[in-house]
């Protein structure tokens, strides 16, 4: 059979569900056959040909096409990906990116990632600066296993801990770090209610954010200052109507330089704040 049949039997099943783009296409393909589906010197065989159209069934149920993949970019490595953790999402290279900016001038700054899920923050920092030392905070039994598998892959050294991001201020010393991350759960009850077809297949825990979205914010904004050195830095993503409520936050506990950046739709997506 010839890619261009294969595709296009694929697509058919594509359209029956959520999403039935090229991309989609072009992954499910490469997955199949080990080849681009541009590449017409190859013919699909049976079985090449039957695993495609199980995954083309797969993404057309609603799966996502990265727990289908199992692997996914971020940035300029790869991770494991899968339902013990949520997917992340091409913004959390932003704060990723400003985290980075915010160690270069450190050489061996003490980093905390709270929320940690993948661990992408935590690596991200780990890579832009060797010489930090990185923690990573999940409460997730299961997705602190896949943390722990990816920091195994990408040969990073870290350390992880499972714990609640809410309560692990308590058991640390003050004036630990030069910069704390956080993507932390910040979507209402409602609007997970209205995207619930498509965020179905990742665990519910890491979206919820309490009735407003701020829980964690409200939280991590205030207690978690003192765990900061001076000069030192915490950095949030944010929901795209979520910038003024989490300035308010960092400007009502103190901080200052505080600074909003947007996502590649111009949306504001990361807050981040300095202390004295």
């Not at 450190?106 to 920092?125: I, N, Y």
Request: proline share 5%.
């Amino acid at each position: 059979m010839t890619p261009n049949e294969a595709c296009r039997l694929a697509m058919k099943v594509l359209e029956k569900g959520p999403s039935h783009n090229m991309n989609d296409l072009n992954v499910l393909y490469e997955l199949s056959t080990g080849h681009m589906r541009y590449d017409l010197t190859h013919d699909v065989s049976e079985e090449e040909f039957g695993k495609l159209m199980e995954l083309a069934e797969r993404r057309a149920s609603g799966e996502p096409l990265q727990y289908i993949s199992g692997i996914w970019p971020f940035l300029d490595f790869e991770i494991m990906v899968d339902r013990r953790a949520l997917i992340p999402r091409p913004e959390t290279e932003i704060l990723a990116e400003t985290a980075a900016e915010l160690l270069k001038d450190l050489s061996h700054p003490e980093v905390l990632d709270l929320c940690s899920g993948t661990g992408v923050l935590a690596f991200s920092a780990k890579r832009s600066c060797p010489g930090a030392n990185v923690t990573a905070v999940e409460l997730s039994q299961d997705a602190s296993a896949l943390l722990w598998e990816n920091a195994a892959k990408l040969s990073l050294d870290i350390d992880i801990v499972v714990a609640d991001a809410l309560a692990y201020h308590e058991s640390i010393p003050d004036s630990g770090f030069d910069l704390i991350i956080c993507n932390p759960p910040y979507i209402t009850p409602e609007d997970y209610s209205s995207n619930f077809d498509e965020l179905k297949e990742e665990p519910k825990m890491a979206f919820l954010g309490g009735d407003d979205g701020l829980d964690f914010y409200r939280t991590i904004i205030p207690c978690y200052k003192s765990k900061l050195r001076s000069g030192g830095h915490m950095a949030f993503e944010i929901g795209n109507d979520q910038a003024e409520a989490v300035t308010a936050l960092f400007r009502e506990s103190g901080y200052h330089d505080i600074t909003v950046r947007k996502d590649y739709s111009s949306l504001d997506r990361i807050v981040y704040a300095a202390v004295n």
